[in-house]
Structures are given as structure tokens and as C-alpha cells.
């Protein structure tokens, strides 16, 4: 599966942003679906994963309440809404597609899939 992302943008403290992930290839609905970001000088990190169906989702502490994952098999594409965006938020933002059934948040190494970063910028 190929995975494009797209929707980063530079956003002031307090705003939202809305990142999309569009797949294609093989039948999107067989995979999990994750969010990871990864800031300068740190370790890329999980955001939030869902499931294949779409009813199951699992955030990071740092954004839970906050950001929203959600995905349309039919459009082959799962977004991640951004809502009270902080500076600490700012990060190359990366969605990932793996099809091994496991818990909904696994490292990184654990995707065996992903698109190219969308930058995010948030300014205090």
C-alpha cells in the first residue's frame, strides 16, 4: 500500500488542523491505521491508531481529548483532526499502515508501511 499525506500547515496555539492520509494499492480496509509525529531532535513517536473497521481508536497521552483519528474505507483514507493545537505539537507528522492484528499502539518498527512527513508548525 502507498500511503500520501497531506494537510500540515502553520497554525497559532489554540487552532486546529486536519491531516489526511489517502492509501492505495491493496484493499485499504485490511489494515491499522496509525498517526506518528516526530519533532526536531527527538525520537519519532505514536499519536494515535485505528482500527480496521474504524471502531477502535487509541491516542497518546499528550493528545488524548485533543486530536481525533477516524478513517473512510471508502475513500481509502484516514484523517487525524487537531483541535487546541499547542506548540509543543510541532512535529513532521507521518501516517503508517500494517495488516499484523496486534494492540492498536506499536512502535514504529512494528509499521511496515508509510507516506511521506507533513510538516506541522504551531506558534505560541
Known amino acids: 500500500v502507498q500511503l500520501q499525506a497531506c494537510g500540515g500547515g502553520l497554525v497559532q496555539a489554540g487552532g486546529s488542523l486536519r491531516l489526511s492520509c489517502a492509501a492505495s494499492?491493496?484493499?485499504?480496509?485490511?489494515?491499522?491505521m496509525g498517526w506518528f509525529r516526530q519533532a526536531p531532535g527527538k525520537e519519532r513517536e505514536v499519536v494515535a491508531a485505528?482500527?480496521?473497521?474504524?471502531?477502535?481508536?487509541a491516542y497518546a497521552d499528550s493528545v488524548k481529548g485533543r486530536f481525533t483519528i477516524s478513517r473512510d474505507n471508502a475513500k481509502n483514507t484516514v484523517y487525524l483532526q487537531m483541535n487546541s493545537l499547542k506548540p509543543e505539537d510541532t512535529a513532521v507528522y507521518y501516517c503508517?499502515?500494517?495488516?499484523?492484528?496486534?494492540?492498536?499502539?506499536?512502535?514504529?518498527?512494528?509499521?511496515?508501511?508509510w507516506g511521506q512527513g507533513t510538516q506541522v508548525t504551531v506558534s505560541s
Open positions: 494499492g491493496r484493499a485499504f480496509s485490511n489494515y491499522i
Open positions: 503508517a499502515a500494517d495488516n499484523i492484528r496486534g494492540p492498536l499502539i506499536r512502535s514504529p518498527g512494528q509499521y511496515a508501511y
Open positions: 485505528i482500527n480496521r473497521s474504524g471502531g477502535s481508536t
